[in-house]
């Protein structure tokens, strides 16, 4: 099982910037095998939502909708890990970012349909 460590969250006004890192910390050959990493956020009450993905093969990208042109998801060339930069915050992103890897091939990057999750960073965007 991949492990992985996100990190970068917190608070911040609408309008302003934060970058989340998620870095595959286990050891193992299996993390040479990740095809797909994506973020997905969940707010109380709300389902797990997709919100940015890459497919390792070629940094191919997929964003939701409500993040297009504002969100950037990165692979960390030095390290097994992506990067989400977030720009033009809102309150409604507000919730708390997971980290996710996956093998083989996805219908829907977006959909939760990964093998492995972080344990969350928490982004709290204030008006």
């Known amino acids: 099982q991949m492990y992985l460590v996100e990190s970068g969250g917190g608070s911040v006004q609408a309008g302003g910037s934060l970058r989340l890192s998620c870095v595959v910390a286990e050891s193992t050959h299996y993390q040479y095998s990740i095809t797909y990493m994506a973020w997905f956020r969940q707010s109380p009450g709300k389902e797990r939502e997709g919100v940015a993905s890459?497919?390792?093969?070629?940094?191919?990208?997929s964003y939701a909708d409500s993040v297009k042109g504002r969100f950037t998801i990165s692979r960390d060339s030095a390290k097994i890990g992506v990067w989400l930069e977030m720009n033009s915050l809102k309150p409604e992103d507000s919730a708390m970012y997971y980290c996710a890897s996956a093998w083989g091939l996805l219908s829907d990057p977006l959909a939760p349909d990964y093998a492995d999750w972080g344990q969350g960073t928490q982004v709290t965007v204030s008006s």
């Open positions: 890459i497919y390792i093969g070629d940094d191919t990208t």
